[in-house]
């Protein structure tokens, strides 16, 4: 039931902003209503402020725990201009290591802040003897940083942070004519070779959360072969099917929604501040967090005991936008519960496809003895029969299957939870010193 009432939350506010406010047909509108950072920044200003990582930038979030950073824009093949971020650990650097380069890709509504948000936690700690400390870090880009690696995370296409192209304008309907297979094949591909240029590494180490999972099992299985580039392949809550109406996507009106998505190519949230700036207001307010806590928790899982209820405002201001057309694309995903090319219809897709049905994308050919799935019982989006479907669609064992042992632990503790560190973090970072270790990477 608060699942079904989120959606026609979701619903009402789109619609009333596609259609109630603007003229879908005059794409001219959309200038004064795309969002850039610094409308968003003022809009969070004029909301008020509970908590000073609320209006942080990734680079001032980075700062504030004493690290430095570096901005690497990145151009893809198709000429959008990703706006990435490399933290920089003094300590680790006067050691004189080399650090293994590690990829961070965020999830869906989400950017670079997701791997830094969790707590005002995760300050740099002094290295011992040119040794890394020991650090429990909710936050796994601090974390990963303070243990001695060379943590890079990517900001997809249409994201705030990367809201450039060569020749498109972010006003124009064609910029946001893309989905997770354009990030998967352009974004992620583009990012892998640009820390491969920058860092001497021939391969690295890449972890996927959410749609950063989906982005990384439609490159492997897009591009053949191209998991030689990877160490390991983390995939936090991995996504290769999206059917199990058991979960939150059971509540989604599918019809509605691919009427409202499908209806033009644009931003989504499609205003300013708009959806996610309602829920930003409501969420900070000390009266109405349990609420959020309890709508959030009723779409992605219950587990009131991992959640900062006092830390809602900075998780919802830190929320951000995508396409129509990726949303789109998650539709067409859940209905047919398998990952395939994008449904343009039956003319076209004979055109681009030669079939009537878009293809899937063959999980087969992607090497599993890379793969590390890590997941929880109770996500309501990589559901345990998701998750099943994927290991059953595979040519062999992943490398590393970990089931998260709170039976709670849902779809966003992996980057909220209090204890984000014994249950995921930890896992994490062990796993990856080992296979260091082992292969001396
Ligand atoms: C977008 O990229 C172009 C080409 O690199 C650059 O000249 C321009 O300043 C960028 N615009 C913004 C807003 O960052
Ligand atoms: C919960 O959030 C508040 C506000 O940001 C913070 O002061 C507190 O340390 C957080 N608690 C934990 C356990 O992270």
């Not at 980075?62 to 430095?68: A, D, K, V």
């Not at 942070?161 to 974004?187: C, Q, R, V």
């Not at 059917?243 to 989504?268: E, Q, Y």
């Not at 559901?383 to 039976?407: A, M, S």
Request: with cysteine; glycine share 8%; charged share 20%.
């Amino acid at each position: 039931m608060v699942k079904f009432l989120v959606f026609i939350v979701f619903y009402v506010s789109f619609a009333h902003e596609s259609y109630g406010l603007t003229d879908d047909e005059d794409f001219g509108s959309m200038a004064e209503n795309n969002p850039t950072i610094d409308e968003e920044k003022i809009f969070l200003q004029l909301a008020g402020k509970t908590d000073p990582d609320e209006v942080k930038t990734c680079g001032q979030l980075i700062e504030s725990r004493g690290f430095e950073y570096e901005v690497h824009y990145v151009t893809t093949k198709d000429g959008y201009i990703l706006q990435n971020f490399r933290i920089i650990n003094r300590y680790a650097r006067e050691s004189g290591k080399k650090l293994k380069p590690i990829l961070l890709l965020h999830p869906l509504f989400g950017s670079c802040s997701v791997w830094m948000f969790n707590s005002p936690g995760g300050h740099i700690k002094p290295w011992i003897n040119g040794h890394p400390p020991k650090d429990n870090s909710a936050e796994l880009a601090f974390l990963l940083a303070n243990l001695g690696y060379d943590v890079w995370i990517i900001n997809v296409r249409g994201t705030s942070y990367s809201t450039n192209h060569t020749h498109l304008d972010p006003e124009d309907p064609e910029f946001w004519d893309y989905s997770f297979y354009e990030i998967g094949i352009y974004d992620v591909t583009a990012t892998v070779e640009h820390i491969k240029k920058e860092t001497g590494f021939e391969t690295i180490i890449v972890i996927g959360y959410s749609q950063g999972t989906i982005q990384l099992l439609i490159q492997m299985s897009a591009i053949p072969g191209y998991d030689k580039n990877y160490d390991l392949v983390i995939l936090i809550t991995p996504i290769g099917f999206l059917g199990d109406k058991s979960g939150t996507v059971g509540a989604i009106p599918i019809p509605l929604f691919k009427l409202l998505f499908g209806s033009r190519n644009g931003p989504f949230p499609p205003v300013s501040g708009s959806v996610f700036a309602a829920l930003d207001v409501l969420c900070r307010q000390p009266i109405v967090s349990p609420a959020c806590v309890a709508i959030l928790g009723g779409l992605l899982g219950l587990n009131p005991q991992q959640q900062n209820a006092s830390r809602y405002g900075v998780y919802t201001g830190l929320l951000d936008r995508t396409s129509n057309k990726n949303l789109l694309h998650y539709l067409q995903f859940i209905e047919t519960d398998h990952l395939c090319y994008f449904d343009h219809g039956e003319e076209k897709n004979y055109e681009l496809y030669g079939s009537a049905e878009p293809p899937e994308f063959p999980f087969y050919k992607i090497n599993p003895k890379k793969l590390v799935f890590v997941s929880g019982l109770n996500d309501q989006l990589a559901t345990p029969i998701n998750v099943q479907n994927l290991r059953n669609h595979l040519c062999d064992r992943v490398d590393t299957d970990h089931v998260i042992t709170d039976p709670y632990f849902n779809h966003a503790d992996i980057v909220l939870a209090k204890e984000a560190f014994p249950y995921l973090n930890d896992v994490v970072s062990q796993l990856i010193d080992e296979k260091m270790l082992h292969d001396e990477l």
